[in-house]
């Protein structure tokens, strides 16, 4: 029996404190705003420590909610998922996917056969400074990853195609925090405490799931690549000190009119995998080689992507870990974003940076979702 | 009857100033320096005003061949077009493709029917500061481009597939020179007269292919984006005063055993187009739609790329044109050169930024040299 | 008779949303909220057109002050006005510069002789994007400049020592909705309107205060360079369509505890100007040349960078305007900031980038704020 | 009696390959080439791990002076001692400052009585990748100090005034040979290993005069801050292997017409170390207050700058080192040259970003060199 749905839906915003088209689709009932259980953005800040537009776009997307849900603005958050993910470098274009979630009783089709696209979230409990990027956060984030997927009525971990963690990152501040306490933190760069932070929820997500086997230890982060997930994406922020999880699928239980396919980028410009994942879930390229699946339409791509640890791409050396001038994450973005917005027809896609133990090394998760006809 | 031969050869270099790959081939034997015409490399600075990995890799490069083709260093460009563009942004590789050029009498064989690759070269005089960006520099550059289709025995433009062009820019000292003698320069801006000279040459290609009709005057460029060239490409680099002109297409009288073919892009997210131009010589994306044409090899891709003026990609917004921290022809490249290596499998491919007038506006040509089996 | 008070605070800031020290300062009543008139805010974006860290200052701002004031959020900045400039490169400290404003009947000291810090605000009618960084922004700023010099009764124009403004930017939208009404924007990039609407309006306070004679029009504007004004600081942003004037100089009327005095840096290396600044307000640089004025204390410096067009100072070749990585307003923040702060001992100052018509070419306004003992 | 003397010149440049300037005054007979010992230069990159400006400017240089002295080009860097310090943010202006030496002989003054400035060189052996930022590379450094020193004739540690350090950084490749080797490098960043490089480099400095006694190990790099060199300046660059060394200072044997001093900036804004510094060679900042020395003129200042670790200086918060946009050293030695530059009334001194181990945190070593009346 279907007992839940879920509606995505994507809204372009002309700014990182746009909340304009997010507040018409409420005002004419297509979203109603007490079921949004998640909103992930791509704000046009640097993706950097010091991008500040993913901080000013959860601020005003609570202070436009605030009033319809009833809380004051603070609290929003601790109600709805916001994952802002900074950097929409090249083709990229800013946007937000909402997520609802709500009984299914009043619209479930009796035909439905395959799973359908499910949503659960579950977040961990605030991390000291010195325990970022470190075996606490990775054993923590997986427990979080479990209760994730309880509540979206995943069982088999082979029907999770991505999992979004939002996670904190160091400062100087948090550093002294932390010495002043007597303990070290993993680095003291805040830049470099980003990658540790998301390499360390990527793996939270791998043991979750029994994508790895064996005990995880503090030295593995960032330093053993081949350990990783399939489906993780880890984005760092400043304005956080816990692990936010969302788990995105396919039930059995949700009725919602929507099917998630993911692949696996094997490095930066792994054409055939973004194809893979289009075609998991019924849609193609149109460069006129296959048929048009008229009865599906894209949604979004969700993927991550990262400069090769080893400095080149199949072979050809690359120069994106070398560059003073623009961080590695920024260059990963815009190539990857130009792949994936090439293949799909849009560069309203959610590409993210920083891919530690996110897919292989220099490589990444790419999850579709598709909307299904609903004549 | 086949009158010439052209090699081409892509070679990876390791920064600017190597030359190791290139002085290897020559020991080998496999490149002969006292054909060597023209070499279009990829450098990896940032492609703007102050990118000085393209004047270095000038003096590398002239240093290294000067003792083979006996003249001092500062005169090897006279007789080698050198034409280095800056930017090898996300998963760009940087490299050289060494171009050759010799008499094929020994090499012909006879069943050759179908035109082969091509190369002629051409350079218009010294411009003044105040010529470029105007009329002027589009006139003699058509005559330059005539010129040198007349050296690679093309006749119909049809068979051009793309005309590279390096042409100079302004800088503070050369305005001011300018303004010595009583006259205004198109701009005051260092980094915006790169574009009036880009534009400019491009629609010097234009008119010289009968691409465009009627006058063309110093208010159209950089304004009526609707005329362009469809095969124009065109750098510029501080390190020199005029244009200098190749011309790659198709022609009866060459034995090469390359053929070129190109299309244009109609936007920065354009697949169709680069799939198009691998096509048109024989070549396919590896998402196995296709067989393979075993007897057919990517040599290299050579295309434009710039962010669409109007500031949005079939409707959705893109934020190249107001990002401060990076300029828009970085944000292109490395977008565009994301989807080209995605689709050719390689990022040692030639994608080079700044696309005014060449190609519609946002677009731009790609072209694809194939080497066909030479069992 | 004395008939207002001002008072004056700076307040370092964690963030451009953070809002904690001025929450701090009004419950301790040191700051009375409905007093607050004006607040000038350095905020740590790249201060260009992606900066939005000035918009999520003033949202955050406006969402604290609100409560206090009785006022929704949106309309505060109709009552406050709010300048924030972004760009806090090298020894640059974030902060913000709180100005109040009430009656002084209850706290004049019968003895002051000289004239005390008055602040006066006025602000322009929206303009139309065409209208930018043309005539109509200079007469309708210089008609604010009057209005906001009456309202801080001050009569003579050399006791007026800064004018801050914030002006509008072009967008690509707004260039657009131009061209939709069949006119023309002054440029069509989005950074370079910046210096256009800045250069502008700095012109519009030269004509108010009579630091130009004759008629400006629309070819003046970044051209005629040695037109410029002495007192005036601009600053574009993307969140206003109008003028805001903010007028600080010394008027009879004041009873505040604070003077105000500028001198004008004539290029971006002019020690002498800025120690010219502090010693008109009884302050010194402490290498020990001379003795402390015990009863001086610097509030902080307000002050203009830019690079010199001309590409050079004192003879010195810059850079600043042929770097595609960083923009010339970074760069000449950064090292004018640096001199300032040497010279002032403390990184929390007011340094704004794009100094076009705003004091010489490459050199700027800088004035200081001392507070005065109050025993 | 005085067996040496030492001449020092600046020469402005148009560009990091511009030679025109050196050339012109050996042509004038006013520098011997055989007779230059060091050329340290400021290029205009972005004096991170890809700024090639470096390389280009060394390449230029020693192509240039190879037919005077008689040498391959490839072999003059083993007779001159080349030190290009990428970075000429703000107002800093790229030149260069050749320093020659020869026999006193024929020039002494027989009335000289304080010591006058010498200069010594030396350098280290190659290292391996995993020796960069360790011990050795302290040890090494070291004793290469002790040899300059020696072949500067000082004894007293007390006249050695500025110790500059070329050093070697990580690359890919290099991080991947030492793993070849099984061998861990310092860190895997190249960006990273350029402080580290620095760091062991100026500790060999402290080591070798004598300013941090005990042990120093592997972990004391980038860590125990305190201990620091007053006079070393080192920057790393990718096209070497070894450390260069080279001596500044006063020595009796010494017959030249150049006195150098140095003080210690404690933080990015201590004008008064820098006032200090200058006045320790007898010149003034010329705000007046003090007599002019007509007979004392500046040659240049060398000077080290660097973002306090702590995130603030004297209390106020800064952004350098969470600026994912500009390099934390992009950030320092724009500010530190902007108050350098308005103390001394140039832009044409030498600045250099990354100051680990030399001076305090977040400070560094200012050095003078003025010229004393030659009548």
Redesign the interface.
């Known amino acids: 029996m279907r007992t839940t749905s879920v509606d995505v839906v994507r809204i ?1 915003t ?4 746009d909340v304009s088209g997010l507040l018409g689709l409420i005002e004419q009932g297509k979203i109603d705003p007490k079921s949004i259980v998640a909103i992930l953005g791509k704000t ?10 993913r ?2 776009a959860v ?2 997307l609570s ?1 436009a909610l605030a009033p319809f849900i009833d809380l004051p ?1 603070h609290r929003v958050e601790q109600r709805i998922a916001f994952v802002m993910s900074g950097g ?8 937000i996917t909402v997520f609802t979630r709500d009984s299914a009783a009043n619209r479930v089709s009796p035909d439905i056969s395959e799973k359908r696209l499910s949503i659960g979230m579950a977040h961990t409990r605030d991390f000291l400074p010195e325990e970022i990027g470190r075996s606490v956060q990775i054993r923590e984030t997986a427990r979080a990853v479990a209760a994730a997927m309880a509540e979206a009525a995943i069982v088999d971990p082979q029907d999770v195609h991505f999992v979004q963690i939002k996670c904190p990152l160091l ?3 948090r550093v ?1 925090a932390a010495a002043a306490r007597g303990n070290k933190t993993v680095t ?5 405490s980003m990658a540790y932070s998301r390499g360390a929820s990527a793996l939270g997500v791998a043991v979750a799931l029994g994508e790895i086997e064996g005990e995880i230890d503090d030295e593995h982060v960032l330093r053993r690549f081949d350990l990783f997930s399939s489906v993780a994406s880890t984005s760092a922020g ?1 304005e956080l000190m816990h692990n936010v999880v969302i788990v995105l699928g396919n039930s059995t239980s949700s009725a919602a009119p929507f099917e998630i396919g993911h692949a696996v980028m094997r490095d ?5 995998a ?2 893979k994942a289009l075609k998991s879930v019924g849609l193609h ?6 048929p048009p699946m008229a009865s599906r339409q894209l949604v979004n791509i969700f993927a991550k992507a990262e400069a090769s ?6 072979g ?12 590695s994450t ?3 973005r ?6 994936i ?3 799909s ?4 896609v959610y590409v993210s940076g920083g891919a530690e133990h996110q897919g292989p090394p220099g490589g990444g998760p790419v999850a579709a979702i598709a909307r299904l006809s609903t004549k």
């Open positions: 372009a002309k700014g990182p404190g046009e800040g640097n993706g950097g420590v010091n991008d500040f537009t901080e000013y601020s005003a202070a603005p929409t470098e090249g083709v990229l274009s800013p946007h400062t100087s501040d002294e003291n760069s805040a830049y470099g400043i930066a410009i792994d054409s055939t973004v194809i390229i149109e460069d006129g080689s296959g640890p080893n400095g080149s791409i199949r050809s050396r690359h120069i994106m870990l070398e560059d003073t001038d623009i961080s920024r260059h990963a815009a190539a990857v974003g130009g792949l917005s090439g293949l027809g849009t560069g309203a």
